[in-house]
């Protein structure tokens, strides 16, 4: 079946330093990517999402690249905020159409320090 | 903007009981689902529905059930409620599609004593 695999952390970095957290994943079919992230007391937030190979997705300074031939999507920043402290998720959507839920990481912690 | 609201932040129930949560979205989307986050095991999805009154299982349905009677609310129960379902619960909708993003709730803490 399908899975996802992510460093589960905690990561922790300094204000201004640079971000990279992996993301590998297993799919039967051609998926869509995503990074959720969940800020304290929060529910999951869509990050940003990739639907085919080589789509970029960015947004909040953050980036995601669709490769499929390493099967992987890292999430980069260039300088991290203390703001952007949360738990990030890696999700995969193989759903063909149908209303399947998206496949989940275990999720990566994120302590950014000032 | 999307707007999924969940019945209880926090909510506290004994072991034997039925519990019922409540999920509520107002973007007139097709789909809703209940995951259920765990430390160390992340999102589980337990059921999901593409339409009124459809459901379909998801990774771990064992001892929950639910209830979509009007599109825009998707409930999930615990028909008796056990220790080993003390978890957060994360209901989500989406646009039916090929391509979709899911808009999640703040989630209801849920502790079976």
């Known amino acids: 079946g399908d899975s996802v695999t992510q460093m589960e952390g905690p990561v922790t970095l300094s204000e201004e330093a640079f971000l990279t957290i992996n993301c590998t994943y297993t799919?039967?079919?051609?998926?869509?990517l995503f990074w959720y992230v969940q800020y304290p007391g929060e529910g999951l937030q869509l990050l940003l999402k990739?639907?085919?190979?080589?789509d970029k997705g960015s947004n909040k300074g953050f980036e995601a690249t669709y490769r499929k031939e390493t099967t992987s999507f890292h999430l980069e920043k260039g300088s991290v905020q203390v703001s952007d402290s949360a738990v990030y998720f890696c999700?995969?959507?193989?759903?063909?159409?149908?209303?399947?839920?998206?496949?989940f990481g275990k999720g990566t912690h994120l302590i950014i320090q000032p | 903007d999307v707007k999924v609201t969940q019945s209880s932040r926090y909510l506290v129930k004994r072991t034997g009981e039925k519990v019922f949560l409540e999920c509520v979205q107002d973007?007139?989307?097709?789909?809703m689902f209940w995951y259920r986050q765990d430390p160390g095991l992340g999102l589980r999805l337990i059921y999901f529905?593409?339409?009124?009154?459809?459901?379909e299982k998801g990774d771990i349905p064992e001892g929950y059930s639910v209830s979509r009677e009007k599109k825009e609310r998707f409930s999930l129960i615990l028909e008796s409620a056990s220790t080993n379902q003390t978890s957060m619960y994360l209901c989500?909708?989406?646009?039916?599609?090929?391509?979709?993003?899911?808009?999640f709730g703040p989630g209801t803490r849920l502790t079976v004593t």
């Open positions: 989500a909708s989406s646009l039916a599609g090929l391509t979709y993003e899911q808009y």
């Open positions: 799919a039967t079919g051609y998926p869509s």
């Open positions: 990739a639907t085919k190979a080589d």
């Open positions: 999700a995969l959507s193989d759903s063909g159409g149908g209303a399947d839920g998206l496949t």
């Open positions: 973007m007139d989307h097709e789909n």
């Open positions: 529905s593409y339409d009124v009154k459809m459901k």
